[in-house]
């Protein structure tokens, strides 16, 4: 029996998930987790660090040997945030989400990408895979590399903005899918399709709608700060227009989904009226053959027709026409 795969503790977590250093003239060099224990970054003009938040090294090292303040390092490790842009002294401090795009899982569990900048140093932590710093790190390689800390910010909050816009086009797509369910009476939505649905975008909205206003604290901070420069200011604005688009495509998306909900719910109770109508009419119906064929039934001297060959016949001709009667009443008054 082959033993079971021991867990991975916080301490198993290797540190740094990529890091650069950066020389007078912007040139990006590698960084290895030793370069940043050992001083190494001394050496270099500015540099900046994407951490695992979930490694106990790189937790400490943040606490005690990054320069950074107590509390602005305790607002970097905590579990849970929301999205923010704090000045605090000479940096910032900065969170924003993006989307899950992690195998397996969903896209609306939005991942947290907590940074403190500052004219030296960018310290970003992640506690799962960003594919938004992967793409920013590939942009450096290609040789598209920022020249100051806040070109870097200005590129990642422009990267989770790239990643996201196509993830919220599909909610907007499958709006239009639910609705065109909707109009075809032979097609219906699963019980909880919308429910889910709704569920999805509520979550990823709780998440936009602060970030949207994260980027436009930043900007409005940011060029007073003297961190980012007028092109990078450009790239800023952009992003928080393009959140403010999304975040106003969400709330549409959400009132459609709310319409439609509203939709489902009264083409189910029509049904369940027309069905209730119909037994009503059939209870309508057949309520006086009840009621005669209850009195014949009482089994009592006096009953007429009891030695008559002819009784029965006469008895089913007259349910027969009473029925038909009512029928015909109403098909007059338009109940059927």
Same mark, same amino acid.
């Given at each position: 029996?082959? @033993? ?10 290797? !540190? ?6 950066? =020389?007078?003239?912007?040139? !990006? ?53 929301? !999205? ?27 991942? =947290? ?19 938004? =710093? ?11 590399? @920022? ?62 709608? @602060? ?28 992003? =928080? ?96």
């Amino acid at each position: 029996m082959t @033993p079971p795969a021991p867990s991975h503790t916080p301490t198993q977590i290797h !540190p740094l998930v990529f890091g650069y250093g950066f =020389a007078n003239d912007g040139t !990006p060099t590698p960084l290895s987790w030793e370069d940043v224990t050992s001083g190494k970054l001394a050496e270099f003009r500015r540099y900046w660090l994407h951490l695992n938040r979930l490694s106990e090294a790189a937790q400490e090292w943040l606490s005690n040997s990054s320069g950074v303040d107590e509390l602005a390092a305790d607002a970097l490790l905590q579990e849970d945030t929301r !999205p923010r842009a704090v000045r605090h002294g000479k940096g910032f401090l900065i969170n924003l989400r993006g989307m899950n795009l992690n195998e397996g899982e969903a896209r609306e569990d939005m991942l =947290a990408l907590r940074m403190w900048a500052s004219e030296t140093s960018l310290i970003t932590l992640r506690a799962k895979r960003i594919q938004a =710093a992967r793409d920013v790190e590939a942009s450096m390689r290609e040789g598209d590399v @920022p020249n100051s800390t806040g070109g870097l910010v200005a590129s990642l909050a422009e990267a989770l903005t790239n990643r996201m816009e196509p993830e919220i086009a599909q909610f907007d797509e499958q709006a239009d899918e639910f609705e065109d369910q909707l109009l075809d009476a032979d097609n219906r939505l699963p019980r909880s399709a919308l429910s889910e649905f709704r569920r999805r975008v509520l979550q990823v909205r709780r998440y936009i709608m @602060p970030q949207r206003d994260a980027l436009a604290q930043l900007v409005r901070e940011g060029a007073q700060a003297g961190l980012f420069s007028d092109y990078d200011m450009m790239y800023l604005r952009e992003s =928080a227009d393009r959140v403010t688009r999304l975040s106003e495509e969400l709330e549409t998306i959400r009132d459609r989904s709310t319409v439609l909900q509203e939709q489902v719910i009264e083409a189910r109770g029509e049904i369940m009226n027309q069905r209730l109508f119909v037994l009503s009419i059939l209870s309508a119906v057949f309520l006086p053959i009840s009621f005669v064929t209850g009195l014949f039934g009482v089994n009592i001297g006096g009953m007429p027709g009891v030695h008559s060959p002819t009784a029965f016949a006469i008895l089913v001709g007259a349910l027969a026409a009473a029925t038909l009667l009512m029928l015909a009443i109403f098909r007059w008054r338009r109940w059927i």
